[in-house]
């Protein structure tokens, strides 16, 4: 008996969005995301893509780049203000992320941090976790990408 039209790549996406949301449940209660939670969504994203078909190094060079641009501003903006603006649990969460979906991550990073601070002006808050606000974004931009019609392994 098969999965038909679901193959063995869709349980490893299944598998990452229940990774996602463990994330998002760390993040509320403690402001992290553990390095077990990183390293178990990237491997469930590079298991999927890789049983889609995806070119794989194509997308580890993309989330690598994606990854050390995030640290990169992190570290200057820390330098220039001295205080913190993204937790290193969000470079994880988006370089991880964008094994699986390349460019939707970074796009529902931005998307995440547009949510991010409206809700926190209407909350009146300055911190507050960023990555339950960017795995909505990023659920909504893989969405809008299936509801297209677009195939989420045919880039990178």
Do not use: Y
Request: charged share 10%; hydrophobic share 65%; with cysteine.
């Amino acid at each position: 008996m098969t999965l038909a039209p679901f193959g063995l790549h869709d349980v490893g996406f299944a598998l990452g969005w229940g990774i996602v949301a463990a994330g998002c449940v760390f993040d509320l209660r403690e402001r992290i995301f553990p390095n077990a939670l990183a390293c178990a969504l990237a491997l469930a994203a590079f298991a999927a893509s890789a049983l889609a078909g995806a070119a794989l190094g194509q997308r580890l060079l993309w989330a690598t780049a994606v990854t050390a641009a995030l640290f990169a501003s992190e570290l200057v903006f820390r330098r220039l203000t001295g205080t913190s603006g993204l937790g290193m649990g969000d470079v994880k969460f988006v370089g991880a992320a964008s094994l699986a979906f390349p460019f939707s991550a970074p796009v529902a990073f931005a998307g995440g941090c547009a949510l991010l601070a409206v809700w926190g002006l209407v909350r009146r808050q300055d911190v507050l976790p960023a990555i339950p606000f960017v795995a909505v974004a990023l659920a909504l931009v893989v969405a809008a990408q299936i509801a297209g019609g677009s195939s989420l392994v045919a880039v990178a």
